[in-house]
């Protein structure tokens, strides 16, 4: 059974770090493209970032870039989402999610989401 | 970055009757529009990836249609499980980005 797992969410302050991490299972990991989704309170859907399957390539949305970095450990089945400089238009629920198999861009599964809070 | 505006915002409509969702692009996407379900406190599901493929699992009463810049979700006959909102996604060009989403109401 495919799993995603995600962690690391919290409450930081304007300007802030914090690392997010997805623990992958069920799935052969290092086969898939993978992506951070973001959804702020009573909104819709933004995509954040993608990663190829060794982490050649990578993609951010326009908000983010300078401040974001997507990467990934396939040895240890696991994406990660560092994020800096941190902002209150980022407080949101950030979920993991993996990529159709030759669909990219489109996530057929997802983790259950980890809530940061961005706020003094 | 292509814009998707769905429509209409809500949709009220009882158990049994016929849905249809609109979405359409800022610009030409060819047929690369995914739709996703997302029902309160859980994360979306894939319903539909390239305008009309149904991902694995779901039910025959979603279908999907379209191309270029116009696209619609029908739900056949709804059931009880299916209000939920529903957001469509195109991953024509970086970023990807989706709509604001239709929520499907109990009328």
């Known amino acids: 059974e495919v799993q995603l797992v995600d962690s690391g969410g919290g409450l930081v302050q304007p300007g802030g770090s914090l690392r997010l991490s997805c623990a992958a299972s069920g799935f052969t990991f290092s086969s898939y493209w993978m992506s951070w989704v973001r959804q702020a309170p009573g909104k819709g859907l933004e995509w954040v970032a993608n990663i190829k399957q060794d982490g050649s390539d990578k993609y951010y949305v326009d908000s983010v870039k300078g401040r974001f970095i997507i990467s990934r450990d396939n040895a240890k089945n696991s994406l990660f989402l560092q994020m800096n400089s941190l902002r209150v238009d980022d407080t949101a629920v950030y979920y993991c999610?993996?990529?159709?198999?030759?669909?990219?861009?489109?996530?057929?599964?997802w983790g259950q989401g980890t809530l940061v809070t961005v706020s003094s | 970055e292509i814009v998707l505006t769905q429509s209409p915002a809500t949709l009220s409509l009882s158990p049994g009757e016929r849905a249809t969702l609109s979405c359409r692009a800022s610009q030409n996407i060819s047929i690369y529009l995914a739709w996703y379900q997302q029902k309160p406190g859980q994360a979306p599901r894939l319903l539909i990836y390239?305008?009309?493929n149904r991902a694995t699992g779901i039910p025959a009463r979603f279908s999907g249609s379209g191309s270029g810049t116009d696209f619609t979700l029908t739900i056949s006959s709804l059931e009880p499980e299916d209000f939920a909102v529903y957001s469509c996604q195109q991953r024509r060009n970086w970023p990807r980005t989706f709509g604001q989403g239709t929520k499907v109401e109990i009328k």
């Open positions: 999610a993996r990529d159709l198999d030759k669909v990219r861009g489109v996530s057929d599964y």
């Open positions: 390239d305008t009309s």
